[in-house]
């Protein structure tokens, strides 16, 4: 049976799509280890009733960092009430913090407007003003994914995630969020603040020149504003977005859902084969497949579960008759499901007349692979789909799911 060809060598080669194009491709002139030479830079912050960590962590990014990483665009998830704050204290006229930063420090084409800051809607619809319930945590967690995921969409963009502010569930989500969605040119930090300096309300950034405030204590000593130290610490934080399935790449995302697509990667997932289903299902999620390709894909778990072996494809080339007496035997079982027929690999019976030969066999695999991957996410075509083993002198194919987590309901 068939001829040694080049297989998909992108499936098993360990690199992902990153923001759509082939796989482990970058758009020319960006390189993901300077995320500074995207041409779209964003600076997504969650706040809380402090917003100089924004302007803190635009300074330690745009001043102290080397290479400068220069946003060309500022956003917030904060409450009602940090963004009052927000408002006030950064984009009003005065004092206006925000502008005054970038005039002292000759920074052009940073864009924070009020459309810029996100405010999750409490359960009458109204901006929340605070984070107290179970709820008001799981609306935050939505927005803040949803907002990490709409900005990693774009493949032109570096994202800069800071959890320096807002409630440590917000800088938890926010950092959650970015190890769901996130791609080698996405950075997550926060940012430090020397002491007597950190959490003080008069403290926006280290100013070029000297600038009176006084501590907020009894003893209300002077401290000048451009002796402060604010640093940046980057966090590493391991990116899962290859195991999460388009619709939650490319549509509105929440944050459970996302986590539990993500944990069914990692984990050890079972697959099981119902004869009552039109699909298998894995790790408790019905994946469907037409009559051919079930067949396909439970002939192919009866040998891994069984023990028989790989599918050898030695280099003559030749049809199989006994692969095809196997197959026949698994498709006379799934042909009549409930399923239609559609999406099969042609006239099946005509097909496996002479034996199963190549094409067959490439044709089932290549539509198997783009059924789970449509289903569960491209990670899905790794861990259930059909791989490639080289023997001695030919290609080997069986699936990659280990034996121990292959079933078929009903039978021992």
Request: glycine share 10%.
């Amino acid at each position: 049976m068939m001829r040694d060809r080049e297989h998909e060598g992108a499936l098993h080669s360990g690199t992902m799509t990153q923001g759509g194009g082939e796989p482990g491709a970058q758009p020319a002139g960006r390189d993901p280890l300077h995320p500074e030479s995207y041409p779209r830079r964003v600076l997504l912050l969650v706040t809380g009733l402090s917003p100089q960590v924004v302007t803190e962590t635009l300074y330690a990014l745009a001043v102290r960092r080397e290479p400068p990483f220069v946003p060309t665009e500022v956003q917030l998830v904060t409450t009602a009430r940090g963004r009052e704050h927000a408002l006030l204290d950064l984009l009003s006229e005065a004092p206006g913090w925000f502008h005054a930063f970038l005039r002292e420090y000759g920074l052009d084409g940073v864009r924070f407007e009020p459309g810029g800051i996100h405010v999750p809607a409490g359960a009458d619809g109204a901006p929340l003003d605070d984070i107290r319930t179970p709820e008001d945590n799981a609306r935050v967690a939505d927005v803040i994914t949803e907002r990490v995921r709409a900005l990693t969409e774009d493949p032109a963009t570096a994202l800069h995630v800071s959890i320096a502010g807002g409630r440590k569930t917000m800088g938890f989500y926010a950092g959650y969020a970015l190890s769901l969605y996130g791609r080698p040119q996405d950075r997550l930090s926060h940012v430090l603040v020397s002491q007597p300096y950190e959490g003080h309300p008069e403290f926006f950034y280290p100013t070029r020149r000297p600038r009176v405030i006084h501590t907020m204590d009894a003893e209300r000593k002077p401290l000048d504003t451009s002796r402060a130290e604010v640093t940046l610490a980057e966090i590493p934080f391991v990116r899962l977005r290859h195991g999460l399935d388009e619709r939650l790449l490319q549509g509105e995302a929440r944050f459970s859902e996302a986590v539990e697509t993500a944990q069914r990667t990692l984990g050890p997932v079972a697959v099981v084969v119902d004869p009552d289903l039109p699909g298998i299902v894995v790790g408790g999620r019905e994946v469907p497949l037409p009559p051919v390709l079930l067949a396909f894909y439970r002939w192919l778990a009866r040998r891994k579960r069984d023990g028989i072996g790989p599918v050898i494809c030695p280099p003559d080339g030749a049809p199989d008759p006994a692969y095809a007496a196997e197959y026949r035997r698994e498709y006379d079982d799934t042909k009549g499901s409930r399923v239609s027929a559609g999406g099969g690999c042609g006239t099946t019976e005509r097909r496996l007349r002479g034996g199963m030969d190549k094409d067959f066999f490439m044709q089932c695999k290549s539509k198997l692979h783009r059924r789970l991957k449509d289903a569960l996410g491209p990670e899905a075509v790794l861990r259930f789909g059909v791989r490639a083993i080289r023997g001695r002198r030919s290609m080997e194919y069986e699936l990659a799911v280990p034996a121990e987590l292959l079933s078929f309901k009903g039978e021992g």
